[in-house]
Nanobody, 121 residues
Framework: QVHLVESGGGLVQPGGSLRLSCAAS????????MGWSRQAPGKQRELVAT???????NYADSVKGRFTISRDNAKNTVYLQMNSLKPEETAVYYC???????????????WGQGTQVTVSS
């Protein structure tokens, strides 16, 4: 089994910063793309940022210049540094990892349970 556990969410004032972490553990052979998405109340889940095992990153236009995604391949951990947060970014943030559990196995996406981020004064 594979588990992804997020941490680092919480309450922050507008303009503030938070750093989310997500550690993948279990029967992991190789990890490929890791990323973060978010879902605000009453809205569809949206992709926030992704990072490949080689370090190539991609961001939603709405977070470019404010959010930074990074990863530690040795720890199967992905991070999301969020700066200049806005109230409309209040959401549950989910991490995911595309990985294989055995050599030559099929790549599959695994998701964490989510961590709440609330941006409010």
């Amino acid at each position: 089994q594979v588990h992804l556990v997020e941490s680092g969410g919480g309450l922050v004032q507008p303009g503030g910063s938070l750093r989310l972490s997500c550690a993948a553990s279990g029967s992991i052979f190789s990890t490929y793309v890791m990323g973060w998405s978010r879902q605000a109340p009453g809205k569809q889940r949206e992709l926030v940022a992704t990072i490949t095992s080689g370090g190539t990153t991609n961001y939603a236009d709405s977070v470019k210049g404010r959010f930074t995604i990074s990863r530690d391949n040795a720890k199967n951990t992905v991070y999301l540094q969020m700066n200049s947060l806005k109230p409309e970014e209040t959401a549950v943030y989910y991490c995911y990892a595309e990985l294989t559990t055995v050599r030559g196995g099929v790549r599959a996406d695994y998701w964490g349970q989510g961590t709440q981020v609330t941006v409010s004064s």
